[in-house]
């Protein structure tokens, strides 16, 4: 079994930085894809931020402002924002995939956590 726990949102003005982290237990190995994704307020649907596998990708819309990364040693997974914005605001959840191949979609992960709530203030 895989949980996954997600941890360092909060309030933060626009420009300001966190890092979000997601700690993994279970089957979760160095190569097992993961990844961020985030759902605005009001939004049906998850929206892809960034993912780390085999390579990094990581949407556009926050290319030059947040960064992916993993400590394997300690299962965790990161996601490091700085000139936050009020649109940046979101729930964001940390996914993980028990396949080989890392995704954009929603559809190609099978592990979710639950989620933490940024807030960028104007």
């Known amino acids: 079994q895989v949980r996954l726990v997600e941890s360092g949102g909060g309030l933060v003005q626009a420009g300001g930085s966190l890092t979000l982290s997601c700690a993994a237990s279970?089957?979760?190995?160095?190569?097992?894809?993961m990844a961020w994704f985030r759902q605005a307020p009001g939004k049906d649907e998850r929206e892809f931020v960034a993912r780390i596998d085999n390579t990094i990708v990581t949407a556009y819309s926050v290319k030059d402002r947040f960064t992916i990364s993993r400590d394997n040693a300690k299962n965790t997974m990161f996601l490091q924002m700085k000139n936050l914005r009020p649109e940046d605001t979101a729930a964001y959840y940390c996914?993980?995939?028990?396949?080989?191949?890392?995704?954009?979609?929603?559809?190609?992960?099978?592990?979710w956590g639950q989620g933490t709530q940024v807030t960028v203030s104007s």
């Open positions: 996914a993980a995939s028990s396949g080989r191949m890392g995704s954009t979609r929603e559809s190609g992960y099978n592990y």
């Open positions: 279970g089957s979760i190995f160095s190569t097992s894809p």
